[in-house]
């Protein structure tokens, strides 16, 4: 058991205290029961005596969960520690954290008061919240900032006082990683008694250091690590769980393990990203979009052939279906061959080199190339021997103005322009089409596809036109959505029966 490592989520109360990011009960009873089928060992619920809604919420969780141990916060104020047993009445295993700050800029400034009423207070509340809990977990803040040698001296006699988890702090996220390590071995060679608790890490990302300085109090003796889903908390943020659990597993050598699904670590970071409306950012280890996306061309060709060329992961692990070729300008003939076969497109080289110039021209426009923007450019050779062909568009536009079009066509070969002017871009591109193409044809239909891919997504327009007593079907797309519409015009009138 020595080598296991202990999970202890606290989304949903250092987390939940980022602005804007507050939950109501209900949500917070979501996330609660993803952590528990995410398999962590400890849920913070919350800080009853804050708010009567953070009481609320740690009783509700307490009824919702089963066999994680549900934890409050406190001070060391006997009050907070009474409501902080109330609220957690209905846990079926319960547990009070309670502390103070031992920094001397904590002491002296926060407290106004010295190094031995702090260790009297922090006994104190470990033995008042022992009358009401067997489990009692001691956070000595801004342990990161404390001396160590003092820091030893509090954490012996909270052991001695009850504690049964005590809690290291990196408040301020200070420390570098061999720092905080060595606070972490100090206390297991200097403290007696230390054997008989759990030392947990909690650390803070201020400096980009909290990841690394949790494995670093790992690998020096800690077993409990504090985390957040995604990494989310006050400033900067908390220690990322996805991060400390998928670093274990990917080192077996070093014998550590925790009780985490891994599997289910996708599912609980969209959960907490949507209800606290904190997007993660892309290229955010194990959990950003990017994390398993692959750009570059030369990535791309490695990760086709073998994914361990640049995967360390198995997407599968953390519950995505597969890592990702993303197609751009950077990519490859055998990145697009590859999304082709996925689409069930098989080319010969000679279309394959004609398609990926039509590719390139697209991935210069664009940030990123979709499955339909593939489709679309397989199905788009159709269009090189049409008798009509669009040459070029030019639209202005704008608020308190008439919209003007000019365009340029192909007719069999033969080369015209017109201009027009409409109610509004595409009327005004469709009129100049007419002038050149003159017919009596009617738009009976005219759908633009939804854009849900950004604003430089290609648009994909379907019309229907009749002409002659018959109605004719066209397509267009292109990454401006008005020459799309005059594409789509145009592929109407190729159709018609002349």
């Given at each position: 058991m020595e080598n296991r490592l202990f999970v202890f989520d606290t989304t949903l109360r250092d987390g939940e205290q980022v602005p804007g990011c507050q939950l109501n009960t209900v949500e917070k009873i979501q996330v609660a029961k993803a952590l528990e089928a995410l398999?962590?060992?400890?849920?913070?619920?919350?800080?009853?005596?804050?708010?009567?809604?953070?009481?609320?919420?740690?009783?509700?969780?307490?009824?919702?969960?089963?066999?994680?141990?549900?934890?409050?916060?406190?001070?060391?104020?006997?009050?907070?520690?009474?409501?902080?047993?109330?609220?957690?009445?209905?846990?079926?295993?319960?547990?009070?954290?309670?502390?103070?700050?031992?920094?001397?800029?904590?002491?002296?400034?926060?407290?106004?008061?010295?190094?031995?009423?702090?260790?009297?207070?922090?006994?104190?509340?470990?033995?008042?919240?022992?009358?009401?809990?067997?489990?009692?977990?001691?956070?000595?803040?801004?342990?990161?900032?404390?001396?160590?040698?003092?820091?030893?001296?509090?954490?012996?006699?909270?052991?001695?006082?009850?504690?049964?988890?005590?809690?290291?702090?990196?408040?301020?996220?200070?420390?570098?990683?061999?720092?905080?390590?060595?606070?972490?071995?100090?206390l297991m060679e200097h403290v007696d008694g230390i054997g008989k608790v759990i030392l947990s890490t909690h650390c803070h990302n201020d400096l980009g250091m909290a990841t690394a300085n949790t494995v670093a109090g790992v690998l020096n003796g800690a077993r409990q690590v504090e985390v957040t889903v995604n990494g989310i908390g006050e400033r900067a943020g908390n220690t990322a769980l996805e991060e400390v659990a998928m670093i274990f597993k990917s080192h077996p050598g070093l014998g550590i393990s925790t009780n985490v699904n891994t599997r289910k670590i996708s599912a609980a970071s969209r959960l907490v990203s949507n209800l606290m409306n904190m997007p993660v950012q892309p290229n955010k280890a194990v959990v950003g979009r990017n994390a398993f996306a692959h750009s570059s061309g030369i990535h791309q060709d490695g990760v086709l052939k073998n994914v361990q060329t640049y995967e360390i992961i198995d997407p599968h692990e953390v519950g995505i279906d597969d890592s990702e070729i993303i197609l751009t300008a950077r990519s490859g003939r055998a990145a697009l061959r590859n999304r082709l076969a996925a689409l069930g497109i098989q080319l010969k080289d000679s279309m394959l080199d004609k398609l990926y110039e039509g590719f390139l021209r697209l991935a210069d426009k664009k940030k990123e190339i979709t499955d339909d923007d593939i489709l679309v450019l397989a199905g788009a050779d159709r269009s090189y021997n049409h008798r009509i062909r669009l040459d070029y568009l030019q639209v202005t536009s704008g608020v308190g103005v008439r919209s003007v079009a000019s365009l340029g066509l192909s007719v069999a070969g033969e080369k015209f322009e017109a201009a027009a002017t409409g109610n509004g871009p595409v009327d005004a591109a469709i009129k100049a089409l007419k002038k050149i193409v003159n017919r009596h044809m009617t738009l009976k239909e005219f759908t633009i596809q939804a854009l849900n891919k950004g604003s430089d997504d290609v648009g994909k327009v379907h019309m229907q036109v009749e002409y002659d007593n018959h109605i004719y079907y066209g397509f267009g797309a292109n990454t401006d959505i008005i020459a799309a519409s005059v594409e789509a015009y145009i592929d109407c009138i190729n159709k018609f029966k002349m």
């Open positions: 398999g962590v060992d400890v849920i913070e619920a919350g800080f009853p005596v804050s708010s009567p809604g953070d009481f609320n919420s740690v009783v509700e969780i307490s009824k919702a969960v089963t066999w994680p141990v549900v934890c409050a916060l406190t001070r060391a104020v006997e009050k907070d520690i009474e409501v902080a047993a109330e609220a957690l009445r209905h846990a079926k295993r319960k547990r009070i954290h309670t502390g103070i700050g031992t920094s001397d800029v904590h002491i002296r400034y926060k407290f106004n008061s010295n190094r031995d009423e702090i260790i009297e207070r922090a006994v104190a509340a470990v033995k008042h919240a022992r009358r009401f809990v067997e489990d009692v977990e001691f956070y000595a803040e801004d342990a990161g900032r404390t001396d160590n040698e003092y820091l030893a001296r509090v954490v012996e006699a909270v052991i001695k006082a009850g504690a049964t988890v005590v809690n290291i702090p990196d408040t301020t996220g200070y420390c570098l990683p061999s720092e905080y390590g060595a606070k972490i071995r100090y």
